[in-house]
């Protein structure tokens, strides 16, 4: 009952601050002229993500579970990847896929990149040759983290001086400065963070009365848990019609989900971080590689009807959010 109340009282917080947090990213991209995908990549993305660095901290140098960490880290993948099902439910007028700009392909295809050098690590385990104590894919998690950052950032740039026209007909916040704006991001950014911190350990109260696996634990109940920041973040996005805010926040939010594991694995040091780990997160890892290029192709095709509430790519990425349930469920130990 008690972590009930304080789950409540996380998310009730989470849900205040992080609407907030969307409006004033939305402000800071049009003033800024950043762009609302990068806005999303880079600091709606960073901000949501902290409760997976904090958690995968934790498990690695406090608790010894490498299994939470890295199950955290791509289970959150995936449900990010579904948080994109739930708001095509809620954005009405058309498939959310439909209104989101080409420039989300940048960074989700990063995030798929990063996703299958997971993938291969898993594979491989203890018979990749470490360079210290670190495996050398999280030399590449980094490298390309950077690198997409700057690409989106110019793609971004390049976009704007296209359109400048038309995004100056468009201002919506022209009573509100540039300084207000980052102020009252920044003071919603740490109360959702203060919140989201608390709800990993929460989770896995929770979960661990129910006895399941590390290995489902970390995929299941804990990715959810520190996932709860982008979900409410990008619904309240969404209602402002902040779309690219939305979706460039949840595929940022993978890529620097992957930079996160990076982190892990220099801080465990018995060896790369993913020989130590269950290959079952093979599975989570690859769904969310599916899924991710099931979101490509609704945001190519851009579908503009959907069969009663969800556009067919929502449809096929929640599909393969219960399969990859249902496995893991199965495999559990």
Known sequence: MLLLIEFIIC?????YAGTRLSKYGDIIAEKTGLGKTWIGVILMASVTSLPE???????????????????????????????????????????????AHHGNILSAGFGILLLSIVVMGLFFGNRIFPLWWIGP????????????MRLVYFYEK??????IQDMAA???????STKTAILNFCVNAVFV??????????????????????????NIFIAISTSLPELV??????KIDAVDLAIGNLFGSNVFNIFILAIDDFLFTKGPILSFVNQNHIIPAVSAIA??????????YRSEKKPLFLAWDSIGILLLYVINLMSLYMLRE
């Open 11 to 15: 998310t009730s917080v989470i849900v």
């Open 170 to 176: 468009e201002l919506k916040y022209k009573g509100i």
């Open 158 to 163: 390049k976009q704007i001086s296209l359109f």
């Open 53 to 99: 660095l904090v958690t995968g901290i934790s498990s690695v140098t406090y608790a010894g579970v490498p299994d939470i960490a890295v199950g955290d880290v791509i289970g959150s993948c995936v449900f990010n990847m579904s948080i994109l099902a739930i708001l095509d439910a809620v954005y009405r007028p058309m498939p959310v896929s439909a209104k």
């Open 233 to 238: 973040v990008c619904i309240a996005a969404v």
């Open 291 to 300: 899924m991710t290029s099931i979101a490509v192709i609704g945001l190519t």
């Open 193 to 218: 963070v203060i919140a989201a911190i608390f709800l990993p350990k929460i989770g896995e109260g929770i979960a661990e009365s129910t006895g399941l696996g590390q290995t489902f634990v970390g």
């Open 137 to 148: 894919y999280s030399l590449l998690f980094a490298g390309i983290y950077f690198i997409a």
